[in-house]
T-cell receptor, first 113, second 116 residues
Framework: GESVGLHLPTLSVQEGDNSIINCAYS??????FIWYKQESGKGPQFIID???NMDKRQGQRVTVLLNKTVKHLSLQIAATQPGDSAVYFC????????????WGLGTSLAVNP | GAVVSQHPSWVICKSGTSVKIECRSL??????MFWYRQFPKQSLMLMAT?????????EQGVEKDKFLINHASLTLSTLTVTSAHPEDSSFYIC????????????FGPGTRLTVL
């Protein structure tokens, strides 16, 4: 029979451009959010986090924005490099489920040289 | 800091055998460790939460007798897949959290299990 595979949303950018990856989270009670980067065949790598009492946090070449009104999280990567190619997952945490990670679907970032 | 290792990185076994996967936090004490399974092009699926010195808490639909978890110390948790079958073939990933007010989970590199 024919199998149906899942297709991750894909963002394709040129090297050097800025990338914006978006995530809609599910629970208005979530108070902590994390972005992870996962390269093929590897475990997720922590990139940046933000607590709900903030709306912006910056790291090295990355910025996370949190809009609690519309339950939206974004990850901005400045001057995207080929090494940034990976799948990016957002995750939310709230007290209601023992502070386990609730994962978003993931976005595949492809950087074109 | 916050390094988590897994061993082995990949394993191939025959159907019916058991496989043990180790997860270690190398530079911090992990009061809680998590075991995940990941299918291609999907996000991680939590299998169980493991607290040091106590029994693991399994997610709905995960057979505790099939996936044995032991969290014997603050730096080591093991997952044993018992009587493995081809449908158990997957990418297994552990994570560790230091506890207290710390929410961040740090992940191991994953273990690719192939059951023939």
């Amino acid at each position: 029979g024919e199998s149906v595979g899942l297709h991750l949303p894909t963002l394709s950018v040129q090297e050097g451009d800025n990338s914006i990856i978006n995530c809609a989270y599910s629970n208005s009670a979530s108070d902590y959010f994390i972005w992870y980067k996962q390269e093929s065949g590897k475990g997720p790598q922590f990139i940046i986090d933000i607590r709900s009492n903030m709306d912006k946090r910056q790291g090295q070449r990355v910025t996370v924005l949190l809009n609690k009104t519309v339950k939206h999280l974004s990850l901005q990567i400045a001057a995207t490099q080929p090494g940034d190619s990976a799948v990016y997952f957002c995750a939310e945490v709230h007290a209601g489920n023992n502070r386990k990670l609730i994962w978003g679907l993931g976005t595949s970032l492809a950087v074109n040289p | 800091g916050a390094v988590v290792s897994q061993h082995p990185s990949w394993v191939i076994c025959k159907s019916g055998t058991s496989v043990k996967i180790e997860c270690r936090s190398l530079d911090f004490q992990a009061t809680t460790m998590f075991w995940y399974r990941q299918f291609p092009k999907q996000s991680l699926m939590l299998m169980a939460t493991s607290n040091e010195g106590s029994k693991a808490t399994y997610e709905q639909g995960v057979e505790k007798d099939k996936f044995l978890i032991n969290h014997a110390s603050l730096t080591l948790s093991t997952l044993t897949v018992t009587s493995a079958h081809p449908e158990d073939s997957s990418f297994y990933i552990c994570s560790a959290r230091s506890g207290g007010v710390e929410d961040t989970q740090y992940f191991g590199p994953g273990t690719r299990l192939t059951v023939l």
